[in-house]
Antibody, heavy 119, light 107 residues
C-alpha cells in the first residue's frame, strides 16, 4: 500500500527556517518525482514545487511565491523527500502536503502537516 | 502562467442530481489535466487524470472530458459522500496551477 507521511510542521516566527519531511513506503521511491502542495487556512490548493527522479536529472521546479526561499531535496536511500523553507513569511502559513508523480501527477497524497508562521 | 478558471465557485444540489463543473485554461494544455476531490480536513483525492481517465477505485458516476482549453467534470448521480470541494489541476507547464475550487453542497 502506497503511503506518504509528512512531518516537521510547527509554529515558527517570521524570518526563521523549517524543514519538512515526507516519508514514503509501498512503492519504489527512486522511480517517482515528488511534489509539495500547500493549502492556506480556508483557501484553495497551491502547487509549491517538485523534484524529478534522479534518472531524470533530479532537478527541481518551484512556484514563484517560494522560489529562492524554499528548496526540495530527496534521499532515495531513505525514501524521504524534504522541503527546506527559509525566510518564512506569515503568508506561508498552510497545511503542506506531499504527493507523487510527474506525467499524471498527484495520484497519492500524504495527510499533510501544518506550518504556522507567526510572531 | 496558465490560469485555470473553474466554475461555478459553489453549487447546491440534491442526491441523485447530475452535476457539471467546468475548468477553462488560459492557453491550450492538451489533456494535461486532473480532477481532485477534497473533503473537509482531508487530503485531496484524485478522481480523473489525463482529462478523461478514471482513477482506479473511483465510482463510474464520475467522468471527465475535454482537451485544449475547456474541461468538464461530471457527476452523473450525486451521492451523499460526493459533497465536497473539487479542484482541477493543469500540469502542462510551470507553474502547475489549480482552479479555485468548486464547493458542492447539499440542497
Amino acid at each position: 500500500e502506497v503511503q506518504l507521511v509528512e512531518s516537521g510542521g510547527d509554529l515558527v516566527e517570521p524570518g526563521r527556517s523549517l524543514r519538512l519531511s515526507c516519508t514514503a513506503s509501498g512503492f519504489t521511491f527512486r522511480d517517482y518525482a515528488m511534489n509539495w502542495v500547500r493549502q492556506a487556512p480556508g483557501k484553495g490548493l497551491e502547487w509549491v514545487g517538485f523534484i524529478r527522479k534522479k534518472a531524470s536529472g533530479g532537478t527541481t521546479e518551484y512556484a514563484a511565491s517560494v522560489k529562492g526561499r524554499f528548496s526540495i531535496s530527496r534521499d532515495d536511500s531513505k525514501s524521504i523527500a524534504y522541503l527546506q523553507m527559509n525566510s518564512l513569511k506569515t503568508e506561508d502559513t498552510a497545511v503542506y502536503f506531499c504527493t507523487r508523480g510527474y506525467t499524471n501527477p498527484f495520484d497519492y497524497w500524504g495527510q499533510g502537516t501544518l506550518v504556522t508562521v507567526s510572531s | 502562467d496558465i490560469q485555470m478558471t473553474q466554475s461555478p465557485a459553489s453549487l447546491s444540489a440534491s442526491v441523485g442530481d447530475r452535476v457539471t463543473i467546468t475548468c477553462r485554461a488560459s492557453q491550450g494544455i492538451r489533456n494535461d489535466l486532473g480532477w481532485y476531490q477534497q473533503r473537509p480536513g482531508k487530503a485531496p483525492k484524485r478522481l480523473i487524470y489525463a482529462a478523461s481517465s478514471l482513477q482506479s477505485g473511483v465510482p463510474s458516476r464520475f467522468s471527465g472530458s475535454g482537451s485544449g482549453t475547456e474541461f468538464t467534470l461530471t457527476i452523473s448521480s450525486l451521492q451523499p459522500e460526493d459533497f465536497a470541494t473539487y479542484y482541477c489541476l493543469q500540469h502542462n507547464s510551470y507553474p502547475w496551477t489549480f482552479g479555485q475550487g468548486t464547493k458542492v453542497e447539499i440542497k
